[in-house]
């Protein structure tokens, strides 16, 4: 299962739980722990409130995302 480890790391570092992170955002605990763990999307302007919360750009706290953006730039 992939999981966006940096979004992970900063929301444990904030000692923030998921249903935290999820009212933050306007979604469920379950809904939210989803999206982190890469079984729904985040859409943009909830990775942008995240980066915002954390004080990460999307760049760093969505690596993964990026990656996978650019290999589809490539293909």
Same mark, same amino acid.
């Given at each position: 299962?992939?999981?966006? %480890? &940096?979004?992970?790391?900063?929301?444990?570092?904030?000692?923030?739980?998921?249903?935290?992170?999820?009212?933050?955002?306007?979604?469920?605990?379950?809904? %939210?722990?989803?999206?982190?763990?890469?079984?729904?999307?985040?859409?943009?302007? /909830?990775?942008?409130?995240?980066?915002q919360? %954390?004080?990460k750009?999307?760049?760093?706290?969505?690596?993964?995302?990026?990656?996978?953006? &650019?290999?589809? /730039?490539?293909?």
């Open positions: 299962m992939k999981k966006f %480890y &940096q979004l992970y790391i900063a929301r444990n570092e904030a000692g923030e739980s998921t249903a935290d992170v999820g009212k933050l955002i306007g979604l469920s605990k379950a809904s %939210y722990w989803n999206r982190e763990n890469a079984i729904t999307n985040f859409d943009l302007a /909830e990775a942008f409130i995240l980066a919360h %954390y004080g750009t999307i760049e760093e706290l969505f690596p993964e995302m990026v990656h996978m953006l &650019q290999k589809k /730039e490539v293909s």
